[in-house]
């Protein structure tokens, strides 16, 4: 029996069968053996399956049969997957992985090759300057448009006119009819969603209920003011309970009140287990909320992850100082960026090291001077949205 060689590429995002198979004459020649087989661990539709390949046939098995297997000459497998497969529970599915979307429009390119991954019940912030492509991408997931290529997955199913009911969408420029009551609106809006006129009244009823507007059920949109209409808009892009929802400048409108009260109802739907993807320009926004961000610039993806992790990566080793004292760089210690003169002869100071511990710093930094604080100076999603953007950086 040949040897068999369990390959991982992705345990918790969409690769598509085609994708998959790229990657095996890849690694059959570093593996130089090509009567070696190749097993490849991919996740479609919540199944996890394996792609079998090896000496021109090709196949597919259960993850659990592959456990199975005799005598494997080397199975490459993470912890926390074996014990998902052992204990019989299903691999985690991304709530929405876009691959490799371009989309063209006559002489512009709005996507080059944009490819984004949303973990399942997260708040993701979807970023970029205006121009960028963040609207394409919505609208493509949305259905309005078709992407020129690349294919988006929707919880594990590639994307379908099915899905349409299961995605919330409150776009910038809202889209209220003036005309209608406040109630029809809803109703209206809520059928076209797939529920029954009588889930419609229900729902539309608790939802003005909640949002303090039952007053204007029976009032004309027009006659709203602009954050009432945006409560009403957002009333409609979350009734049916869609497991995915897509806010476009949601806080756009409102006052410091109302908007507190969306970002209540935000936090509500995640913990009720909706994914939601935050297109905004508000970064103190982003810092609140997002769990997960990518960014977006001249139509490329400069950057993904959780904002966490982004936030590490754009570490500059540098600290905020409050002192009594100035002091001076000690070369080859650190640096001091910033000093500045508080009251007396206390000063805040920006120290900058070459990667030294914290604690080295500190014993460095007594010393010198009195410290009577000292914190690490954390970039901001606005200071790397900035550097980015204006650097023009790419991933």
Same mark, same amino acid.
């Given at each position: 029996m040949n040897p068999i060689v369990l390959i991982l590429i992705k345990v918790y995002r969409q690769l598509p069968l085609k994708g998959c198979l790229q990657f095996i004459p890849q690694i059959r020649y570093k593996l130089s053996d090509p009567s070696i087989i190749l097993v490849i661990l991919?996740?479609?539709?919540?199944?996890?399956?394996? +792609?079998?390949?090896? #000496? /021109?046939?090709?196949?597919?098995?259960?993850? $659990?049969? &592959?456990?199975? =297997?005799? *005598?494997?000459?080397?199975?490459?497998?993470?912890?926390?997957?074996?014990?998902?497969?052992?204990?019989?529970?299903?691999?985690?599915?991304?709530?929405?992985?876009?691959?490799?979307?371009?989309?063209?429009?006559?002489?512009?390119?709005?996507?080059?090759?944009?490819?984004?991954?949303?973990?399942?019940?997260?708040?993701?912030? +979807?970023?970029?300057? #205006? /121009?960028?492509?963040?609207?394409?991408?919505? $609208?493509? &997931?949305?259905? =309005?448009? *078709?992407?020129?290529?690349?294919e988006i997955a929707l919880f594990g199913e590639r994307l379908h006119s099915k899905h349409i009911g299961s995605i919330?969408?409150?776009?910038?420029?809202?889209?209220?009819?003036?005309?209608?009551?406040?109630?029809?609106?809803?109703?209206?809006?809520?059928?076209?969603?797939?529920l029954s006129r009588r889930e419609a009244v229900d729902k539309s009823r608790a939802w003005v209920k909640k949002f303090e507007v039952s007053d204007w059920w029976n009032k004309k949109v027009e006659d709203l003011s602009k954050g009432m209409a945006q409560k009403v808009q957002f009333i409609s892009t979350v009734m049916h309970e869609p497991r995915l929802i897509i806010l476009d400048e949601p806080f756009s409108g409102f006052d410091p009140v109302n908007a507190q009260l969306i970002t209540n109802e935000i936090l509500e739907l995640k913990e009720h287990g909706c994914t939601i993807i935050f297109s905004t320009h508000r970064m103190e926004t982003v810092e609140d909320l997002c769990d997960h961000i990518a960014l977006i610039n001249k139509s490329k993806k400069?950057?993904?992850?959780?904002?966490?992790?982004?936030?590490?990566?754009?570490?500059?080793?540098?600290?905020?100082?409050?002192?009594?004292?100035?002091?001076?760089?000690?070369?080859?210690?650190?640096?001091?960026?910033?000093?500045?003169?508080?009251?007396?002869?206390?000063y805040r100071s920006v120290v900058k090291t070459d990667g030294a511990s914290p604690n080295v710093l500190i014993r460095e930094l007594t010393n010198n001077t009195e410290v009577h604080s000292f914190v690490e100076k954390i970039p901001t999603m606005s200071e790397i949205f900035i550097s980015l953007v204006k650097g023009g950086s790419d991933e």
């Amino acid at each position: 029996m040949n040897p068999i060689v369990l390959i991982l590429i992705k345990v918790y995002r969409q690769l598509p069968l085609k994708g998959c198979l790229q990657f095996i004459p890849q690694i059959r020649y570093k593996l130089s053996d090509p009567s070696i087989i190749l097993v490849i661990l991919v996740t479609i539709a919540d199944e996890d399956i394996v +792609l079998m390949a090896g #000496n /021109g046939r090709r196949h597919i098995l259960g993850v $659990r049969q &592959i456990l199975k =297997i005799k *005598n494997p000459s080397a199975i490459v497998i993470s912890p926390y997957l074996q014990t998902l497969i052992l204990q019989n529970k299903p691999l985690p599915v991304d709530a929405l992985t876009a691959s490799h979307i371009t989309k063209r429009y006559t002489n512009h390119l709005a996507l080059d090759d944009v490819s984004i991954n949303i973990p399942a019940k997260t708040i993701f912030g +979807l970023l970029g300057p #205006n /121009g960028a492509g963040k609207t394409t991408l919505i $609208r493509i &997931i949305n259905q =309005i448009i *078709n992407a020129d290529s690349g294919e988006i997955a929707l919880f594990g199913e590639r994307l379908h006119s099915k899905h349409i009911g299961s995605i919330g969408y409150l776009p910038e420029e809202r889209g209220l009819y003036k005309k209608l009551k406040v109630g029809e609106q809803l109703v209206y809006l809520a059928q076209l969603k797939g529920l029954s006129r009588r889930e419609a009244v229900d729902k539309s009823r608790a939802w003005v209920k909640k949002f303090e507007v039952s007053d204007w059920w029976n009032k004309k949109v027009e006659d709203l003011s602009k954050g009432m209409a945006q409560k009403v808009q957002f009333i409609s892009t979350v009734m049916h309970e869609p497991r995915l929802i897509i806010l476009d400048e949601p806080f756009s409108g409102f006052d410091p009140v109302n908007a507190q009260l969306i970002t209540n109802e935000i936090l509500e739907l995640k913990e009720h287990g909706c994914t939601i993807i935050f297109s905004t320009h508000r970064m103190e926004t982003v810092e609140d909320l997002c769990d997960h961000i990518a960014l977006i610039n001249k139509s490329k993806k400069v950057l993904e992850g959780s904002k966490k992790q982004v936030k590490q990566n754009y570490r500059t080793n540098s600290f905020w100082v409050e002192h009594k004292g100035a002091f001076n760089s000690v070369a080859g210690r650190f640096d001091v960026v910033e000093q500045k003169l508080l009251e007396d002869d206390f000063y805040r100071s920006v120290v900058k090291t070459d990667g030294a511990s914290p604690n080295v710093l500190i014993r460095e930094l007594t010393n010198n001077t009195e410290v009577h604080s000292f914190v690490e100076k954390i970039p901001t999603m606005s200071e790397i949205f900035i550097s980015l953007v204006k650097g023009g950086s790419d991933e």
